[in-house]
C-alpha cells in the first residue's frame, strides 16, 4: 500500500466512524471516537504533506 492508498483508507475510516457517533449513547465513547477521528485526519494530512508524490 503506497501513501495515495493509506491516505484513501483513512479517509473511509473517518467517514465511517463519523457515519456512526451519532448512534452511540454513551457521551464518554462518543467524545473518544470523537478524537479518534481527528487523530486519524492528522496522521491522514501527515501522509499527504509528507509521503505522497505531487502529480
Not at 11 to 18: A, F, G, L
Not at 37 to 43: A, G, S
Request: hydrophobic letters at 40%; glycine letters at 0%.
Amino acid at each position: 500500500m503506497d501513501a495515495k492508498e493509506l491516505r484513501h483508507f483513512l479517509e473511509k475510516v473517518m467517514m465511517t466512524i463519523n457515519n456512526e457517533i451519532d448512534n452511540i449513547a454513551d457521551d464518554d465513547l462518543r467524545d473518544e471516537l470523537e478524537q479518534l477521528v481527528l487523530n486519524i485526519e492528522d496522521t491522514r494530512n501527515y501522509i499527504r504533506f509528507n509521503f505522497e508524490e505531487e502529480d
